[in-house]
């Protein structure tokens, strides 16, 4: 629960607006709120049952009676409540939850359940305004269910474009955060947790398991998905990493001038190959171009151009550039960087210092 008043809309945490379009599953089903007579309300309950309870059916589970009306080729997606009660999944809004309390503690926010808390976007604005330290102007309260929509629209165009989805759709839209559907909010929560390189660690390789339910010749067919909420992690947050490159930054930045000289000296001596020249480590590097020329020069080998964006148009290209260097780092034997493609793009100096030292490190040598 906030400190802010804000008004509470229908409790619908499983429903799902139709027509929206993302390559989640959870955006791929309407909603039903239509009132049946007793009897057809009855018989589509048995069919239910008996479509998600007869041989060769996923595993029994207890669809709620009013699930059962659908329409002939309508679907409907509900959660296992099982999946739901996962100490890994408990674990997960337990460590979001606290992480969001932290950062807004001086705003005298408190969230107490992520689905009721975040819906209507106040939270969500508050949150992006910390973390980016932007205003957005948008209303503080909004009262009618319209507004909430209007609202929660300024502020995920917001959030996606930080996050850089630009072109990608994102696993979470306005339907489905303002119809409390928890694991799209879950999905945009850890979004923002790895983008901001947020002191948390989450679990790893937490699932929710959804049940799709569709009507086909009249007969209900129910059928089992895994949607994953968060992957394997081998970084655990710049902020909670100590090497080198922090002490270089916060206690020594005499040193650092010279680590960063001595960068980009080792740089321009490739480049220059191709007549180019870098003079900031920081911003030069971010949209991957140099990075992939670079590896080219170094590998020994020629990068054909149209396997990376030579003038990136947007964050998404320059995140395909680093992504795509990365991979030729590992082609030549290097280990995989560290830090993230996202981090090179955002002008994380320690993570292109990082990614930087390593090909110093390894062919400084090499004429």
Known sequence: ???LNRPKSPHTPTAIKKGEKE?????KFSTLGRKRGTREVKKLQEEGKYAIDS???PNQFDIPPEDYALREHEQRAVIDPQSINDPEMLKLQRILIDWI???LAEQR????????DMYDGQVLHKLWEKLTGKKLDVPEVTQSEQGQHEKLNIVLKAVNHTLGFHQKIPK???ASVHSKNIVAILHLLVALVRHFRAPVRLPENVFVT?????KNAGVLNAQKFQEQITSEYDDLGMRCEKDAFDTLIDCAPDKLAVVKKSLITFVNKHLAKLNF????????????VYLCLLMGLLGGFFVPLHEFHLTPQDVDQMVSNVAFAFDLMQDVGLPKPKARPEDIVNMDLKSTLRVLYSLFSTFKEFA
């Open 1 to 3: 629960m906030s400190t």
């Open 23 to 27: 390559d989640s599953i959870w955006e």
């Open 55 to 57: 041989p060769g059916s």
């Open 101 to 103: 309390n932290d950062e």
């Open 109 to 116: 926010i408190i969230v107490q359940q992520l689905e009721e």
């Open 172 to 174: 979470w839209s306005v």
């Open 210 to 214: 959804v049940v799709i339910a569709e």
């Open 277 to 288: 020249e870098i003079n900031d480590l920081n911003t030069d590097f971010r949209d991957g």
